[in-house]
T-cell receptor, first 114, second 115 residues
Framework: KAGVTQTPRYLIKTRGQQVTLSCSPISGHRSVSWYQQTPGQGLQFLFE???????NKGNFPGRFSGRQFSNSRSEMNVSTLELGDSALYLC?????????????FGPGTRLLVL | AQSVTQLDSQVPVFEEAPVELRCNYS??????LFWYVQYPNQGLQLLLKYLSGSTLVKGINGFEAEFNKSQTSFHLRKPSVHISDTAEYFC?????????????WGLGTSLAVNP
């Protein structure tokens, strides 16, 4: 099976712009979670989507949003970009049958905000 | 609320030596525990996880970890490391109640294996 794919792999934006990142989960996986990784804060949970519904949300401002489509593909959007949004954004997919499941990560999208 | 502390930010070690990467967690509820590895410019890969049962968990690439509930620890070990084990290692926890996939992460330990 193909792994989790994320597009684009790299992005450069300027402050105030918005950005949309895409994640395609492993075939058959119904849950997609998003994480932000920065050198200072490490890995932080953004949100999880399952069956097109947000099931869980981390402590990020409302500028960060996401959605999931009927084929389980997910997008996250960041509006009004700030310098501090520069990070590696990782998505992970899982079967969503139980807790403690393995989450499979994509390679990430590296966002640089200038 | 849960938290994870990885006690060493960097661990240098010589090839073929044993290594232990330390992880402590804090939680008021039962948790699942995970170790992930991140190679340069790659995503995260699961090494092993503890859900229940035997406290000694074996994972991929010769790694193992022991869950110690009384010390709230989940240290990762390998008896003999290779150059290829050089990577960033992350410990994570999730709430064991319900169908929860939110992972709380430690800040990572950078393992540098030297020849």
């Amino acid at each position: 099976k193909a792994g989790v794919t994320q597009t684009p792999r790299y992005l450069i934006k300027t402050r105030g712009q918005q950005v949309t990142l895409s994640c395609s989960p492993i075939s058959g996986h119904r849950s997609v979670s998003w994480y932000q990784q920065t050198p200072g804060q490490g890995l932080q949970f953004l949100f999880e989507y399952f069956s097109e519904t947000q099931r869980n949300k981390g402590n990020f401002p409302g500028r960060f949003s996401g959605r999931q489509f009927s084929n389980s593909r997910s997008e996250m959007n960041v509006s009004t970009l700030e310098l501090g949004d520069s990070a590696l954004y990782l998505c992970a997919s899982s079967l969503a049958r139980s807790g403690g499941e393995t989450q499979y990560f994509g390679p990430g999208t590296r966002l640089l905000v200038l | 609320a849960q938290s994870v502390t990885q006690l060493d930010s960097q661990v240098p070690v010589f090839e073929e030596a044993p290594v232990e990467l330390r992880c402590n967690y804090s939680s008021s509820v039962s948790v699942y525990l995970f170790w992930y590895v991140q190679y340069p410019n790659q995503g995260l890969q699961l090494l092993l996880k503890y859900l229940s049962g035997s406290t000694l968990v074996k994972g991929i690439n010769g790694f193992e970890a022991e869950f110690n509930k009384s010390q709230t620890s989940f240290h990762l070990r390998k008896p003999s490391v290779h150059i290829s084990d050089t990577a960033e290692y992350f410990c994570a926890v999730s709430d064991a109640a319900g169908n929860n996939r939110k992972l709380i992460w430690g800040l990572g330990t950078s393992l540098a294996v030297n020849p």
